[in-house]
């Protein structure tokens, strides 16, 4: 059993539909011959990302599976205050994209201690599922400086993505480029529809062997 360093932000309780994802495959890669070492957040971070709590999402994950909870770095009295103030959108503009995402600091602050877990667990690849679009600042670090082999999961594009807002257009410019050299870098990235790997591969022209499909799982009652 090879393990892997499964770093999934979004996991029950935080419940939604982008958790299942995760939660399908921590399910299944045992059965492939993969231990996932998940690493997330604390489970008070639901209440700050505005995700309904499941703490059923996870019953089907096998028992023994090590879940590795730090701390969040989301500070939503300062986030209250600079809407109050009426300063929010300054910082936005400023220092995106510190601002980009609820929690976007998590790197910054627990990136040593997610490679010490991955090398105490005898970890060799580093898999990052997104949104939130962060952890793609960090499978890239780990990869860099730790040498992980890094699978990048995509669930909904990001520079791309019709529904994701930015200060302005040279913000999206800058912050589309910089996910191209990022993800120029994994080893292989992960997407749930044959639409997004065309996107993938005409946009930022990477091979289709680069970027794989794996569709979501419908559940049928």
């Known amino acids: 059993m090879k393990n892997i360093l499964f770093i999934a932000y979004q996991f029950p309780p935080i419940g939604g539909a982008g958790v299942r994802r995760s939660l399908h495959f921590a399910e299944h890669l045992p059965a492939e011959g993969y231990q996932p070492i998940i690493v997330t957040v604390e489970s008070k971070a639901t209440d700050y990302l505005g995700k309904p709590t499941d703490w059923e999402g996870s019953k089907n994950i096998p028992p023994n599976t090590p879940i590795y ?42 990136s040593k201690r997610i490679a010490k877990i991955g090398k105490e667990n005898n970890c060799k690849i580093v898999y990052t599922t997104s949104s939130p679009y962060f952890t793609i600042l960090l499978g890239w670090w780990l990869k860099k400086k730790h040498g992980f082999h890094w699978v990048a999961d995509i669930r909904d594009p990001f520079t791309e993505c019709y529904a994701y807002s930015f200060p302005s257009k040279l913000h999206w410019a800058i912050t589309k480029r910089i996910e191209h050299r990022l993800l120029k870098t994994a080893d292989h990235i992960i997407v749930n529809n044959c639409e ?21 799982i419908i559940a049928h009652d």
């Open 69 to 110: 909870r730090l701390p969040d770095h989301i500070f939503p009295k300062l986030t209250q205050s600079l809407q109050r103030l009426k300063l929010y959108r300054f910082f936005w503009f400023f220092l995106f994209p510190l601002f980009w995402e609820r929690g976007a600091l998590w790197p910054f602050f627990e």
């Open 196 to 216: 997004v790997q065309k996107l993938y591969t005409e946009v930022y022209g990477f091979s289709s062997m680069k970027v794989g499909v794996i569709h979501n």
